[in-house]
């Protein structure tokens, strides 16, 4: 089935560092999204992004829908304390009608 | 506070037992999404509904069971429990019957444990 690669699995940065994660897939999606989850909560939408070579940008976040439809990239930069919790890709096939998500990256910062 | 509202939060039974475990999605929201998220498993999608209808079907095992009602509130029954089967399961919503426009608001999740 399809399967999403995020890395890294978890980061632990400085308060004030920049921080890169990324996912990639072995099909083609045509919407990619980043969610955050904060311990004890669900995940809640970060990004969506729904055309191959898309650059958004969400306040300090910024995500890249990948040219080749098969990868996506989260930036988020000048990270604080408040960043930390576990973020996921999500990719959505129409093929399949189904939203898949990444393994998820914890991301740790220490003030 | 995403809109969803999932019920119990946690619950704790022993193997071989039925639960069920209840979603009232957002106001106006049609789709009811349930994924499981265990330790090493991440987000796993179970099944989709679409005003009353099953949309979408995942990794859902057979003893796994959901539906809609005709007030949108969505229900998962997990029987014959196993072990195995803790996690935390999540109720998400969203308007479309698709996920083209990606948004899904997701619940806080109810925690179950299977002694």
């Known amino acids: 089935g399809q399967q999403l690669n995020q890395s890294p699995q978890s980061m632990f940065i400085q308060e004030g560092e920049d921080v890169s994660m990324n996912c990639t897939s072995s099909s083609i999606f045509n919407t990619w999204l980043w969610y955050k989850q904060d311990p004890g909560e669900g995940p809640v939408l970060l990004i969506a992004?729904?055309?191959?070579?898309e650059l958004t940008s969400n306040g300090r976040l910024t995500a890249q829908f990948g040219i080749t439809r098969k990868d996506s990239f989260l930036n988020i930069s000048a990270s604080i304390p408040s960043d930390v919790g576990i973020y996921f890709c999500a990719g959505h096939s129409g093929n399949t009608g189904k939203l898949i998500f990444g393994q998820g990256t914890t991301l740790q910062v220490k003030p | 506070d995403s809109g969803v509202t999932q019920t119990p939060k946690h619950l704790i039974t022993a193997t071989g037992q039925r639960v069920t475990l209840r979603c009232s999605p957002r106001s106006g929201d049609l789709s009811v999404y349930w994924y499981q998220q265990s330790l090493d498993q991440g987000l796993q999608f179970l099944i989709q509904?679409?005003?009353?209808?099953e949309r979408a079907k995942g990794n859902i095992l057979e003893r796994f069971s959901a539906q809609q009602f005709p007030d949108l509130h969505s229900e998962l029954n997990l029987s014959s429990l196993e072990l195995g089967d803790s996690a935390l399961y999540f109720c998400?919503?969203?308007?479309?019957?698709?996920w083209g426009l990606g948004e899904l608001f997701f619940g806080e999740g109810s925690r179950l444990t299977v002694l």
């Open positions: 998400a919503s969203s308007v479309a019957g698709s």
């Open positions: 992004l729904y055309k191959a070579g």
């Open positions: 509904y679409y005003n009353g209808e």
